[in-house]
């Protein structure tokens, strides 16, 4: 079992940053994949980026060069900085754990195996 808590979230505007932490549980963390996903108000959850154990990543074209994912396997804790925010980011910010290392498994909802409780990220204009 693997326990996900995020952080970080809160209210920026527009074109600031802010760091995003999801602190797991368990011995085996350094194993799993790592996701964010978001969801906005009436819109269905949608992937952001994604890191593998090994340090492979991947981002979805509107966080692309302004987001980076990375992960410290001793703290067993996962990062999302994102840069140059706008309010299109606003949205609740969720990390996710998964087992597999397959494409799919990383970048759609029914793909991981765990989800934290999410974190709220609001961009004012």
């Known amino acids: 079992q693997v326990q996900l808590v995020e952080s970080g979230g809160g209210l920026v505007q527009a074109g600031g940053s802010l760091r995003l932490s999801c602190a797991a549980s368990?011995?085996?963390?350094?194993?799993?994949?790592m996701s964010w996903f978001r969801q906005a108000p009436g819109k269905e959850r949608e992937f952001v980026t994604f890191?593998?154990?090994?340090?492979?990543?991947d981002y979805a074209d509107s966080v692309k060069g302004r987001f980076t994912i990375s992960r410290d396997n001793a703290k067993n804790t996962v990062y999302l900085q994102m840069n140059s925010l706008n309010p299109e980011d606003t949205a609740v910010y969720y990390c996710?754990?998964?087992?597999?290392?397959?494409?799919?498994?990383?970048?759609?909802?029914?793909?991981?195996?765990?989800w934290g409780q999410g974190t709220q990220v609001t961009v004012s204009s």
């Open positions: 368990g011995r085996t963390f350094s194993r799993y994949a």
């Open positions: 890191i593998r154990s090994g340090g492979n990543t």
């Open positions: 996710a754990a998964a087992s597999s290392t397959d494409y799919y498994a990383l970048t759609t909802r029914p793909g991981p195996d765990y």
